[in-house]
């Protein structure tokens, strides 16, 4: 399964960003999915999670209301609304897969997941 992240780019604080993330398999209704992001010199942090067909939604404590994960299943494609986005978020933001739902504690490790994108990069300037 190859997942393809896009959307990201460079916004000023307190602006909004839409990633998106398409997957190539015929059964991702059935897949749990993730979005982490890392930043230079930080550990990976898990940012979201939704489970198969949109069921459940996860987030990291960071996040504070201000992003929204969802999923197209008709589209194979996961989204990340990205609201009052922050210099703090600056980082490559990447979405992973597992071709089974997660339980609920599983979606913020990234090891549960087996199949990751190219990342796309979020700059937030000041």
């Known amino acids: 399964v190859q997942l393809q992240a896009s959307g990201g780019g460079l916004v000023q604080a307190g602006g909004s960003l839409r990633l998106s993330c398409v997957a190539s398999t015929r059964t991702f209704w059935a897949y749990g999915l993730g979005w982490f992001r890392q930043a230079p010199g930080k550990e990976r942090e898990f940012v979201s999670g939704?489970?198969?067909?949109?069921?459940?939604?996860y987030y990291g404590d960071f996040v504070k209301g201000r992003f929204t994960v969802s999923r197209d299943d008709a589209q194979n494609t996961v989204y990340l609304q990205m609201n009052s986005l922050q210099p703090e978020d600056t980082a490559i933001y990447y979405c992973?897969?597992?071709?089974?739902?997660?339980?609920?504690?599983?979606?913020?490790?990234?090891?549960?997941?087996?199949?990751w994108g190219q990342g796309t990069l979020v700059t937030v300037s000041s």
């Open positions: 939704i489970s198969g067909t949109g069921g459940f939604t």
């Open positions: 992973e897969a597992r071709d089974r739902n997660l339980y609920s504690m599983d979606y913020a490790n990234g090891d549960n997941y087996n199949y």
